[in-house]
């Protein structure tokens, strides 16, 4: 009797052993035929935290948007636009934990219902803290000749920028100083966090955070924001050229863009005499980019209200300025004191503050500082040319939106 139960108890060993040796010898295999396909979702991370705002197989386009032939200044350099590496720049600009507090993320600042821009005169940091410019506006960066950023220029290349806000003590404040964590603390951070582990996996083949592909991928991200959907752009289209009317333009319209590009004739005491303002010589057509040889453009006030700013040469495009409805994204210049474009205009009539960086430009007989006699019809048909430039897109665009919902 025992011993026929210890057969029968061998014999269902021997079974069970070879049934589970059967499920083993059907599990799907990896492409060498020799390893079993892990079932390890590598984007649970992200499916968690995000849904369906980030499908890291079905990327958004960044990498290969049109653009208008007529457009042609570029300054991206090496770091090539990727989907991965923006998806991850986006993900990046709207996070809050980059600053020190959990509080403010470079969305914060720059938002995309203003063109990337703000509305505040200074925007708010951490801690009680502000900017000390107004922010600047983020439409169209990569499509200009400059390469330096921030309003001074003390940037050498957006991907140096990037990270400067996040180590400034009243930005996002990993500075360093009072007591704070720097920076090398934020990408001990970050590598703490599921969803940029897997989406660094996805991008660079590693988990590895470093500084560096932070300002890659931001970069790409900010680079990846364009706007050629304005009425400007299907005129431009539709002519020949950039100086012949655009044959869906107003007359006032019209007249605007040829006082925009039409250079003006001085006579010896900088007094205008003729020809258009000139406007093109800095905000060159049809990027509209800032010229990057310009200095300073004659406002000399900080944000603050107190004190001299006299070092900044870099502006960014003139396009989506303001809305498709006519409404201004933010305030003007860099110290946000400027609310009207008719205000902003005239400042280039004759309210320009002369000093030691002025652009010489502003000065065409090297003495005086230029006076261009403004009639209130010229400054109204600039102001309606400079409102063609406004797209609609970039405003409700998904890929430019926050993934933080």
């Known amino acids: 009797m025992i011993n026929s139960f210890i057969r029968l ?20 295999t990896s492409p060498n035929g020799k390893d079993p396909v892990s079932t390890v979702d590598a984007y649970a991370a992200i499916k968690a935290f995000f849904g369906v705002e980030i499908d890291p197989l079905n990327l958004p386009n960044y990498a290969n948007q049109g653009k208008p032939g007529y457009i042609t200044k570029d300054n991206t350099g090496s770091n090539n636009i ?26 914060s600042c720059h938002k995309q219902a203003f063109a990337f821009s703000d509305t505040a005169l200074v925007s708010n940091g951490v801690l009680g803290g502000v900017t000390d410019r107004h922010s600047m506006r983020l439409i169209n960066a990569r499509f200009g000749e400059e390469t330096r950023f921030f309003w001074d220029e003390r940037a050498i290349s957006l991907e140096a920028q990037t990270t400067q806000p996040i180590a400034n003590h009243v930005e996002m404040g990993f500075s360093g100083q009072s007591g704070r964590d720097n920076i090398s603390s934020l990408l001990v951070k970050l590598q703490k966090i599921g969803y940029y582990n897997e989406l660094f996996k996805f991008a660079y083949g590693d988990v590895s955070i470093t500084e560096a592909r932070m300002q890659e991928c931001l970069a790409q991200f900010v680079r990846s924001i364009q706007s050629f959907d304005s009425k400007y752009d299907a005129g431009r289209t539709l002519a020949n050229n950039a100086n012949q009317d655009f044959s869906n333009f107003t007359a006032t319209e019209n007249e605007g863009k040829r006082l925009f590009m039409t250079p003006p004739v001085f006579d010896a005491n900088s007094s205008r005499i003729g020809g258009g303002l000139g406007c093109n010589n800095c905000h060159r057509a049809p990027e509209f980019d800032i010229d990057p040889r310009s200095r300073n453009n004659g406002v000399i006030a900080l944000a603050s209200g107190t004190g001299q700013d006299i070092t900044v040469t870099r502006a960014p495009s003139l396009r989506d300025l303001m809305n498709a409805e006519g409404v201004l994204n933010g305030r003007m210049m860099h110290s946000g004191g400027v609310r009207d474009l008719a205000t902003a205009i005239s400042h280039y009539g004759g309210f320009i503050n002369d000093n030691a960086n002025l652009d010489q430009r502003l000065k065409p007989n090297g003495r005086n500082v230029q006076r261009l006699n403004l009639q209130q019809t010229e400054i109204s048909s600039v102001v309606a040319f400079i409102k063609t430039l406004s797209g609609k897109n970039v405003y409700t665009d998904k890929r430019w939106s926050t993934p933080f919902k």
Not at 17 to 22: P, T
């Open 82 to 107: 990727t989907n991965e590496k923006a998806t991850i720049g986006r993900v990046l600009f709207y996070d809050k934990n980059l600053s020190i507090n959990n509080s403010i993320s470079c969305g």
């Open 9 to 28: 108890t061998i014999v269902t060993f021997i079974f069970l052993f070879s049934a589970c040796k059967k499920e083993d010898a059907v599990l799907p």
